[in-house]
Nanobody, 125 residues
């Protein structure tokens, strides 16, 4: 069974950094685009970042552009989200996702085929 498993979440002070990881199991996702979404309490799940299957293209939401970096390691079938200069409003559950690059950057969670279970990121003042 295909699975995406996130790790690396936690509590960090504003201005700090965290690195999230998402490891694939059950099948390879090396031919899929991969990305990250997040969901804050009381809010809808929103797109954060995506990387194409080849790794040659990346795309970010305006709210994280310049602060977050998405990357992937094909040997480990893992995607990363390096989060720097964290803000209070970055607090959310972060979900790893896999699908086509087009569907990921369209930002509609209902269209996404694969999801991880989520990892909590809490930014404190």
């Amino acid at each position: 069974q295909a699975q995406l498993v996130e790790s690396g979440g936690g509590l960090v002070q504003a201005g700090g950094s965290l690195r999230l990881s998402c490891a694939a199991s059950g099948r390879t996702f090396s031919n899929d685009a991969m990305g990250w979404f997040r969901q804050a309490p009381g809010k809808e799940r929103e797109f954060v970042a995506a990387v194409s299957w080849s790794g040659s293209s990346t795309y970010y939401s305006d709210s994280v552009k310049g602060r977050f970096t998405i990357s992937r390691d094909y040997g480990k079938d893992t995607v990363f989200l390096q989060m720097n200069s964290l803000k209070l409003e970055d607090t959310a559950v972060y979900y790893c996702a896999a699908d086509s690059f087009r569907d990921l950057i369209a930002g509609s969670p209902d269209e996404i085929e694969y999801w991880g279970q989520g990892t909590q990121v809490t930014v404190s003042s």
